[in-house]
C-alpha cells in the first residue's frame, strides 16, 4: 500500500513538473540583464557575430534537434515581416544561429541548458529577452519592434 501512495505522490510531482515547463516553454522572457556586458561575453558575442549596429536574435541549435527547424521557420517569418513593415531609418534585426556542439563557451556563459534557446540582444549587446523552446511569432515580433530605433514607422499602427 505505501508503494502505491508512493507512486501517486510521485506522478503527481511529475505531471504537475511536465505542466510547468510547458506552459514556459516558447514564452518570450524579458531578462533583468544589467547595462554593463562583461568583457568576457563581450568577446563571446562579437565573435559569434551578435550585431552592435542594431538588434541581433541569437538561437542555439542542433543538428539532432527537431524543434530547432521551427524555431528557424518562425525566426526568418517574423523577420522577413518586420524588414517590409519598419520604415528605412529603422535598425535591422540580424539572425545568428550557433551549433550548441561547436559554440560550447558561450552557450555556458549564457546559461543554455535546453534546445532550442534563443536570445534577444540590443545594439548594446545587452540582452532584452530569452526564449525556451518555440516562440510564437507574434510574440517574438513584439518583443523586436522596440529594439528597431525610432524608424520603426509600422503602417497602420504609428499612422
Do not use: Y
Not at 511529475?14 to 514564452?27: C, Q, V
Request: with cysteine.
Amino acid at each position: 500500500m505505501t508503494a502505491l501512495v508512493v507512486l501517486a505522490v510521485v506522478l503527481v510531482a511529475a505531471l504537475a513538473a511536465g505542466a510547468l515547463l510547458r506552459a514556459r516553454s516558447g514564452t518570450v522572457r524579458a531578462t533583468e540583464s544589467g547595462p554593463v556586458v562583461d568583457e568576457a561575453l563581450r568577446e563571446l558575442l562579437t565573435e559569434a557575430g551578435v550585431n552592435t549596429a542594431g538588434p541581433t536574435v541569437l538561437h542555439f541549435s542542433a543538428d539532432w534537434c527537431g524543434p530547432c527547424a521551427a524555431v528557424r521557420r518562425v525566426i526568418h517569418q517574423v523577420l522577413g515581416n518586420l524588414d517590409t513593415r519598419l520604415g528605412p531609418d529603422a535598425a535591422r534585426t540580424v539572425e545568428v544561429e550557433l551549433d550548441i556542439d561547436e559554440n560550447p563557451d558561450l552557450a555556458k556563459e549564457l546559461g543554455v541548458l535546453s534546445l532550442p534557446t534563443t536570445f534577444i540582444f540590443d545594439a548594446a549587446l545587452v540582452q532584452r529577452h530569452r526564449i525556451s523552446g518555440v516562440p510564437a511569432a507574434a510574440d517574438l515580433e513584439a518583443a523586436l519592434l522596440p529594439l528597431c530605433g525610432p524608424g520603426n514607422s509600422v503602417p497602420g499602427k504609428n499612422g
